[in-house]
């Protein structure tokens, strides 16, 4: 017959339980004359002890039941047992002197919730009241959270929006269920493309404790006065997002939405497909004489992308049938030959590939122009110049309105992997992230281990920017450390700085 172990609810998961309780309960459950816990009990019992705040805590109180029949001697013998099963795992991490209350009653009062409820042994584990150091985390971490890009729009015409960093979204016509026809809509949009956004908007990036690389973060609200707007069935968003490159394998993540404290864990969306090109793929079908869909919407977005100047025209003859086409792609070219027309320019460039087969036919120039278009942006991002039309863009549909996220996993070889303890307690008022240099990454701490926070499975070799931040009545304090995971981590050291001077060293981690 198994044995029964049920954890109890008295103990909730986070900072704030250890705030709010001054004991946290747990009791162990055992069958007919047995006195020792079964494995998956100790384990449980351990992570527990794991999580304790050592300092707080100001003893352990256990308490063994027996059911009615049999001896009292007998019974009590039993719940002598029990407890010092007990007892002996919780002195392989705290002291005999803890342990201050060893009780036993000869018959428990049943509980209705649990069968075998009264042969069982309660934990029951003081803890001294956290200090108070007034307003919590959340204060500060909401005062350093920007706030949204709001749009006003007509709910029943298509609308295109373009973001400040770049992004564009498009809400088709009738999008949102339960609209007032005499109110516009609010759409709040938040664009989360650099670390220092992520920090400033207390993201991470994690689903369900994997390592995540961010190729960026959105968070898009419809409102009508205080009411918030979901999407009719059937209706989805589209977004257009820039990004220098793109992410290999990268897939469209969602994230419920959170409050300041927690970190919020990404879903993979279905449905949704995306896809990664440049505005330049665009303009070169274009030029080319192709001119689906897509490239009909950018030749229409190209002065709100805040491009300078209207993608010019060009007369080819060769293989166009001499028609006038948008050529976009092909403009820098022209001026770096300095001719006029396609003819030319082919012409131009066989002149300079002496000993090389000449370009003859529109593919081969196409090929040749893409290859060197090429080269010309990767020399543009190494020296830091790379204009918007040499960026790549994602595109996808959304149904869901909240946080998107576009990410891809982090794969690591497991032998890599390591656990870095953070020299700092877990209170409400202090908050740690750790930000990765050489990828768009920042993972949130585990809450507890051994009192401390801490992290699990994280690579080895990797460098990285420790960032702790922590609130004390009113006024903010941060520390920042470099650090390779796997190297020894040194005391953190915590200054005193203002809101400004924290979104100042903040915006250091995006270099």
């Known amino acids: 017959?198994?044995?029964?172990?049920?954890?109890?609810?008295?103990?909730?998961?986070?900072?704030?339980?250890?705030?709010?309780?001054?004991?946290?309960?747990?009791?162990?459950?055992?069958?007919?004359?047995?006195?020792?816990?079964?494995?998956?009990?100790?384990?449980?019992?351990?992570?527990?002890?794991?999580?304790?705040?050592?300092?707080?805590?100001?003893?352990?109180?256990?308490?063994?039941?027996c059911d009615g029949p049999g001896s009292k001697a007998?019974?009590?013998?039993?719940?002598?047992?029990?407890?010092?099963?007990?007892?002996?795992?919780?002195?392989?991490?705290?002291?005999?002197?803890?342990?201050?209350?060893?009780?036993?009653?000869?018959?428990?009062?049943?509980?209705?919730?649990?069968?075998?409820?009264?042969?069982?042994?309660?934990?029951?584990?003081?803890?001294?009241?956290?200090?108070?150091?007034?307003?919590?985390?959340?204060?500060?971490?909401?005062?350093?959270?920007?706030?949204?890009?709001?749009?006003?729009?007509?709910?029943?015409?298509?609308?295109?929006?373009?973001?400040?960093?770049?992004?564009?979204?498009?809400?088709?016509?009738?999008?949102?269920s339960n609209v007032s026809p005499k109110e516009k809509v609010r759409?709040?949009?938040?664009?989360?493309?650099?670390?220092?956004?992520?920090?400033?908007?207390?993201?991470?990036?994690?689903?369900?404790?994997?390592?995540?690389?961010?190729?960026?973060?959105?968070?898009?609200?419809?409102?009508?006065?205080?009411?918030?707007?979901?999407?009719?069935?059937?209706?989805?968003?589209?977004?257009?997002?820039?990004?220098?490159k793109s992410l290999p394998n990268a897939q469209i993540f969602n994230g419920n939405q959170h409050d300041s404290l927690a970190n919020i864990n990404w879903t993979r969306t279905n449905g949704s497909t995306l896809q990664s090109t440049s505005m330049n793929d665009f303009l070169w079908c274009c030029s080319l004489g192709r001119n689906p869909l897509p490239c009909n919407f950018w030749c229409r977005m190209w002065g709100s992308l805040g491009f300078n100047q209207q993608p010019g025209r060009i007369r080819s003859s060769?293989?166009?049938?001499?028609?006038?086409?948008?050529?976009?792609?092909?403009?820098?070219?022209?001026?770096?030959?300095?001719v006029d027309n396609v003819e030319e320019l082919m012409l131009a460039i066989n002149s300079n590939r002496e000993g090389e087969t000449p370009i003859e036919t529109y593919k081969e120039l196409y090929v040749y122009l893409r290859n060197e278009e090429r080269k010309e942006t990767e020399a543009k991002i190494a020296n830091g110049s790379i204009d918007a039309s040499d960026l790549n863009y994602y595109i996808f549909n959304n149904a869901q309105l909240g946080w998107i996220n576009i990410d891809a996993f982090s794969n690591w070889d497991a032998s890599k992997l390591t656990t870095l303890n953070i020299p700092l307690r877990p209170a409400n008022h202090v908050d740690v992230k750790m930000v990765f240099k050489n990828r768009n990454s920042i993972l949130p701490p585990n809450t507890y281990r051994r009192g401390n926070f801490f992290y699990k499975d994280i690579p080895k070799g990797e460098p990285v920017n420790i960032i702790a931040t922590k609130y004390?009545?009113?006024?903010?304090?941060?520390?920042?450390?470099?650090?390779?995971?796997?190297?020894?981590?040194?005391?953190?050291?915590?200054e005193e700085v203002s809101l400004e001077g924290i979104k100042a060293i903040l915006e250091e981690m995006n270099s």
């Open 74 to 176: 007998h019974n009590e013998a039993l719940g002598q047992g029990r407890i010092l099963s007990l007892q002996n795992e919780i002195q392989k991490q705290f002291a005999d002197s803890l342990i201050n209350h060893q009780n036993f009653a000869d018959e428990g009062q049943p509980d209705s919730l649990y069968e075998n409820s009264q042969r069982r042994v309660d934990l029951i584990i003081q803890l001294a009241p956290e200090p108070d150091f007034g307003p919590d985390i959340a204060e500060l971490l909401q005062q350093l959270c920007p706030p949204p890009q709001v749009f006003d729009i007509n709910p029943f015409k298509d609308t295109i929006l373009k973001g400040k960093g770049g992004s564009i979204i498009h809400i088709p016509a009738k999008a949102f």
């Open 318 to 338: 060769r293989r166009t049938g001499a028609e006038d086409i948008s050529c976009g792609a092909f403009e820098n070219f022209m001026k770096k030959y300095k």
């Open 187 to 244: 759409i709040e949009f938040t664009e989360v493309i650099t670390k220092s956004d992520m920090l400033l908007n207390n993201l991470s990036t994690s689903s369900n404790g994997r390592m995540l690389e961010s190729g960026g973060m959105f968070k898009v609200e419809a409102l009508q006065g205080q009411r918030k707007l979901k999407l009719r069935k059937r209706k989805e968003l589209t977004f257009y997002i820039p990004s220098e």
């Open 472 to 494: 004390v009545n009113g006024k903010s304090y941060i520390a920042t450390q470099d650090y390779i995971i796997g190297e020894k981590l040194g005391e953190l050291q915590f």
């Open 1 to 65: 017959m198994r044995a029964y172990f049920y954890l109890c609810l008295f103990l909730c998961v986070g900072l704030s339980a250890l705030a709010q309780n001054p004991e946290i309960r747990k009791s162990f459950y055992f069958e007919v004359n047995e006195t020792e816990l079964q494995a998956e009990q100790i384990k449980s019992l351990q992570q527990l002890l794991d999580t304790l705040p050592s300092e707080r805590i100001l003893g352990f109180q256990v308490n063994a039941y």
